[in-house]
């Protein structure tokens, strides 16, 4: 009882003897005061009057968080020492990037209300300058990446890629023939001002096929009457080359702004610590360029980007036949090194990405926008292959050419504590494949029209509190054009069921036009929901279809660069995904801890499965073959981020996915080992704001893989012997360890110098990936040291 | 001024899907890179021994036809000669030709344990550089009967001079395989 009552006083004295109020004025840099300006201190907030003041009752004693944010200003962040009432008075500065962040969080809002949203800001990606998009989205938990040798990078969010991660650059869905594996993003990393990861469906408005989730990327955009350039210059060890990318901006609120943007980029051949990558460098040459003419009731903007990209695949992955894989899965040393070079030679890649777009935005009143858009993407791929004649070597082994149009209407309305939004698309899309290669392209010519339908509604019970709901109606039909060799139309058993698409005879090849219709009906609810101000809690339930691509419809044959024969199959479904995802943030003092576990459903999940192996003139050939199965993919992501002091910071992320092939009882193929990566961040404003970081990442062995070997006979001494080809195994997991540091100079009020000094795999360690392609063949890249300089003027 | 901007948006996108609606060239690929027809003939000792694989569906999913027209005799040299075609072309195109004009990046190779028989490279039939390119060749067969197989392969852009390549060892050539034929043969005493 006595130990109650001591507990009680104890307790009273604790509301009611330690709280205390603070006041003060917040000001610009110039001590005028600024009005309505957000201050949050420990759980209270309140906002500025006329005059800039603020008062703040009812705050905890002990070590508060503090945080004064203004629009268009840079936010105050600290820790307060708070023992009496006190007075804290602060000044914000200007801040010209941060402006658009602000505002589009504003009059867009997020892009979902329910789902956790993972965001890349452009100092991040500015340290991916010289890499890929695949590499800077890398940073965000739970998103790993699918590689064909160093330059090919494809994200991969919680286990899914390419078709099922649409990436929308500018609010265009980029239509870049990403069915491939081998396929990246045609996209400038340079031109990203912002990133956003959406590990789910949720984003009905660009589309219901987002079945592993969204990449969306909006252009840096200054809304304040300036001219700002930007420079940055990346050398690299490893490669010995690098980019340079420049852009200038003009920008303004109202009236008219503008930017460009070129990036260069020439590296050659990367090295393992053992050996040269022959073939595998890599150029770039990219522009892009915006126009805005702004006033208060509408905006008007164009925009044109251009991506070209030459790209080495390198040479010791060209392999014959089975007979080839069998000895670089057993040597585990490349067939072909060559000492370093700069040249780029057959087999490789010649991409160029092509988006125009207009865009009008009108504000039919305070609370309601209408935006109309129309983007044309025209897609050139060249694949150039090792030939039998020197005559052919070049001439491109695969020349397909995709264009795609895209007319897009929104609207967007918020009505007391319901914000809607609604929107159409149109979509034409046809590609061509140029027969003149003199090889059988397994990507046929085709047409395909597409529409849809959405509506979204948010319901804010309070601050704390909002229901989000989605429906999307999307149809799609396509027709194709493609020769198929006979005795492949009779092997697939099309004979009986798609007789009616043959519409000509040329040899032996039947000529044929499939056509599929597709309707598809794509929903998701969600909720979020925050406790006080340290937990926040979201729900997000979604429904997402997605109709089979034209590799996984029209695959016929041996897949040049990949020395596999692909057989895709007429008869695959569209594949719907019932995926459910919860994220529980809570924040201490100077912890954060985010946990994030999904289960996504897969119906008819579509994958390319090793089925055994097919004797051409050539000699054996694995087959693969693209299957339909019901899939469940489980997993989690976990961030934390711990402040240590003001100087240290430790960062940890952990990323988990289970995949099971239901039907069959055995592990999917291709899903992302456990990773766990960790870093350790020093950072002294004071000397030049140094940023020192050392990165731990740690990736396990991926035990959970299907049993896919099969046997096949090899000439070994001589004489025809049988083998197993072990291609289901993956390989050892590994640990690297990264540093990277910079400083930035001052030289006057505008212009600034950053420095960096980094290092990729400090240890120079040799290991290989199981998301890489080319993991039969070849160790991944070694040490790779890089300096950056960055100029902002 | 603000519908003509709205009709304009509307307007040009009809115009480019009109403009670019593609040409639809239904004109099927010339498969140049194919090989059919690998036949290998051995001759020695009034006999004629043709050795014939023949996929006429070239990557499709029909396996070739081996034909061995005939039993290699115990101890007996045949002068052998290596064929390439691509029936699928028309005319029939003669790939042979294109092997012996770019000898410098093609080599034939011929693999057979010792007790079937062994085979030497023609030593007129070499490329710019001196070095074999095996289209013809001469093969002793064992001196004891037996049974086994002897595969013919073709490879392109090979480090021809890699130790052992010149002898018909293919273990250090690399490059990439155009062709590789297995024929079942026998010999006889």
Redesign the interface.
């Known amino acids: 009882m006595r130990f109650l009552s001591i507990l009680f006083f104890f307790l009273v004295s604790f509301f009611g003897y330690t709280q205390v109020t603070i006041t003060g004025v917040i000001s610009d840099v110039n001590g005028l005061p600024l009005r309505d300006t957000h201050v949050h201190i420990a759980n209270k907030t309140t906002a500025t009057d006329a005059n800039g003041n603020y008062v703040l009752s009812g705050i905890p004693k002990g070590k508060q968080k503090l945080y004064i944010s203004y629009i268009g200003y840079k936010p105050i962040y600290e820790i307060q020492d708070i023992s009496t009432d006190m007075i804290v008075n602060r000044q914000l500065k200007l801040d010209v990037t941060k402006l658009d962040d602000v505002v589009i969080q504003q009059v867009a809002n997020s892009k979902s209300e329910s789902s956790n949203e993972q965001i890349l800001k452009s100092k991040t990606i500015e340290k991916f300058s010289n890499q890929t998009l695949g590499d800077a989205l890398k940073e965000v938990s739970g998103v790993s990446i699918l590689k064909t040798g160093s330059t090919i990078v494809k994200p991969v969010i919680n286990g899914l890629h390419s078709n099922r991660v649409p990436i929308i650059n500018n609010n265009v869905r980029l239509e870049d023939q990403q069915w491939g594996t081998e396929h990246a993003p045609n996209f400038d990393i340079n031109a990203a001002g912002k990133i956003t990861v959406i590990k789910g469906a949720s984003a009905l408005q660009y589309g219901g096929d987002a079945i592993g989730g969204i990449v969306v990327i909006e252009p840096e955009l200054i809304k304040k009457d300036t001219l700002v350039g930007k420079t940055i210059l990346n050398l690299a060890s490893n490669g010995m080359g690098g980019s340079l990318s420049s852009s200038i901006q003009k920008g303004n609120r109202f009236g008219w702004s503008w930017n460009a943007l070129g990036t260069l980029k020439y590296l050659g051949d990367r090295e393992t610590p053992d050996y040269v990558l022959s073939n595998s460098g890599n150029r770039e040459q990219n522009f892009s360029g915006s126009i805005r003419f702004a006033k208060e009731k509408y905006n008007f903007n164009a925009m044109y980007s251009f991506y070209n990209a030459q790209i080495g695949i390198i040479k010791a992955s060209h392999i014959g036949n089975v007979n080839d894989l069998y000895n670089s899965i057993n040597n585990q040393q490349p067939s072909y090194i060559a000492p370093f070079t700069y040249t780029i030679a057959a087999p490789k890649q010649e991409v160029q990405h092509h988006i125009a777009k207009i865009n009008y935005q009108r504000w039919l009143n305070d609370n309601t926008s209408l935006d109309l858009q129309y983007a044309f993407q025209l897609n050139n791929r060249l694949e150039f292959d090792v030939r039998r004649t020197s005559t052919n070597t070049d001439k491109a082994a695969l020349d397909l050419q995709l264009a795609t149009h895209t007319f897009l209407a929104d609207y967007k309305t918020s009505v007391g504590n319901w914000k809607l939004k609604s929107g159409i698309n149109l979509g034409y899309q046809n590609n061509f494949a140029n027969p003149k290669t003199g090889v059988r392209p397994l990507i046929p010519s085709y047409d395909k029209l597409d529409t849809g339908l959405y509506g979204i509604a948010v319901y804010k019970f309070n601050n704390a509190t909002s229901l989000e709901s989605g429906l999307r109606y999307d149809f799609s039909t396509i027709e194709a054009t493609k020769y198929y060799i006979k005795s492949r139309w009779t092997e697939r058993g099309y004979d009986a069921e798609f007789s009616h698409f043959i519409v000509g005879e040329e040899g032996n090849q039947w000529l044929t036009k499939p056509t599929f219709n597709y309707h598809n009906v794509a929903a998701n609810i969600g909720w979020r929901k925050q406790f006080h101000h340290e937990m926040e809690w979201l729900v997000n339930i979604s429904l997402a279809s997605r109709n089979p691509n034209p590799s996984e419809l029209f695959s016929d044959g041996l897949h040049h660069s990949t020395g596999q024969i692909e057989l895709g199959d007429l008869r695959l479904k569209k594949e719907q995904a019932y995926k459910f995802n919860t994220t529980f943030k809570k924040d201490w003092k100077s912890l954060s801890v985010q946990v994030n576990p999904f289960i996504n459903r897969i119906s008819n999940f579509m994958y390319l499965q090793p089925i055994g192996f097919e004797t051409t003139i050539r000699g054996a050939f694995p087959v693969w073959e693209y299957k339909q199965t019901e899939a469940l993919l489980t997993g989690f992501d976990v961030n934390a981020k711990w402040t240590i002091s003001n100087h240290f910071l430790h960062e940890s992320s952990l990323a988990y996915v289970n995949g099971q092939n239901l039907s069959t009882n055995v592990y999917l193929i291709d899903m992302p080992p456990f990773v766990w990566n960790n870093k350790v961040q020093y950072k002294n404003e004071s000397w030049f704001h140094l940023v020192a970081e050392l990165k731990s990442e740690l990736v396990f062995r991926q035990n959970q893989v299907p049993n896919y070997n099969f046997e096949t006979n090899i000439i070994v001494n001589n004489a025809l012997t049988p083998v197993l080809i072990d291609i289901s195994s993956a390989p050892k997991g590994y640990h690297l360890l990264h540093f990277y540091s910079e400083m930035t100079f001052e030289i006057n009020k505008k212009n600034s110098l950053t420095t960096s000094f980094s290092i990729q795999n400090i240890a120079n360690t040799t290991y290989r990936d199981y998301l890489n392609r080319q993991r039969f063949f070849v160790d991944e890249m070694g040490r790779n040291v890089q300096i950056q300089l960055k100029f902002n003027y | 001024m603000?519908n003509l901007?709205?009709i304009a948006?509307?307007v040009?996108?009809t115009l480019?899907?009109i403009s670019?609606?593609?040409d639809?060239?239904?004109?099927?690929?010339?498969?140049?890179?194919v090989?059919?027809?690998?036949t290998t003939t051995l001759t020695g000792g009034g006999q004629t021994i043709t050795l014939t694989?023949r996929?006429?569906?070239?990557?499709?999913?029909?396996?070739?036809t081996v034909t061995v027209s005939g039993d290699l005799v115990a101890g007996r040299t045949y002068t052998g000669s290596t064929t390439f075609l691509n029936e699928?072309a028309?005319p029939v195109d003669d790939i042979t030709a294109?092997v012996e004009e770019?000898g410098d990046?093609h080599q034939v190779f011929y693999?057979?344990?010792?007790s079937l028989g062994t085979v030497t490279y023609d030593s007129e039939n070499v490329d710019v550089d001196g070095r074999p390119i095996g289209l013809q060749f001469t093969l002793v067969a064992g001196t004891a009967a037996s049974t086994?197989?002897l595969?013919v392969t073709l490879?392109?852009?090979l480090n021809k001079a890699a130790t052992g390549v010149a002898a018909g060892n293919i273990t250090n050539a690399?490059g990439?395989?155009?062709?590789?034929?297995?024929f079942p043969i026998v010999v006889v005493d």
Not at chain 2, 24 to 33: A, I, K, Q
Request: some cysteine.
């Open positions: 603000k901007k709205l948006l509307l040009i996108p480019f899907t670019c609606n593609n639809d060239d239904n004109t099927p690929v010339n498969e140049e890179e090989i059919t027809t690998v694989s996929d006429l569906d070239g990557e499709g999913p029909e396996e070739p699928l028309n294109e770019e990046e693999q057979l344990v010792s086994g197989n595969t490879r392109h852009d690399g990439s395989t155009d062709v590789e034929v297995v």
